[in-house]
């Protein structure tokens, strides 16, 4: 029995550990604000933004959606792509950056909330292709 009791106060000390440390801990986690599509041109970096509140104990996670490839979850890289980064300075924005952005990175990628059901957040990514040929120059003479 006094095992019982021991074990019973343990974990009644963790759980007001964990609630003091996030006293919204009851709240749902809730997307702020509304999804950015965002438009780049190849070559240049591409910064797609997730803001959450009240995360608590849940996860975000990055996802290309066309392919259903895992980029990252939580703090984690997951994908091998060295391109890409993850920039999660605090539990509130999760911002994934895709560097060098190439036209087959165009599409749609998803930051996802681990609640059930799950929470989702899609951002298109359009890439604008660079036209570097000469022939395409416009020069002017006076």
């Not at 749902?28 to 509304?34: K, L, Q, R, W, Y």
């Not at 910064?47 to 608590?56: A, D, K, P, R, S």
């Not at 560097?99 to 749609?108: H, I, K, L, P």
């Amino acid at each position: 029995m006094r095992k019982f009791h021991g074990a019973l106060l343990c974990l009644c000390l963790t759980l007001q550990h964990f609630t003091r440390a996030h006293p919204r801990a009851d709240l749902e986690p809730e997307f702020v604000g509304e999804p950015n599509n965002v438009t780049v041109t190849e070559g240049s970096t591409a910064l797609l933004t997730c803001v959450v509140e009240n995360l608590g104990f849940y996860r975000v996670a990055w996802i290309r959606v066309e392919s259903q490839t895992i980029l990252s979850i939580h703090t984690h890289i997951i994908t091998r792509n060295y391109r890409i980064t993850l920039d999660h300075k605090n539990r509130q924005n999760w911002n994934l950056a895709i560097a060098s952005v190439e036209e087959s990175d165009r599409g749609q990628y998803m930051c996802q909330i681990n609640t059930v059901p799950m929470k989702k957040r899609i951002t298109y990514l359009e890439v604008l292709e660079v036209d570097l040929r000469v022939d395409s120059l416009i020069y002017s003479r006076k």
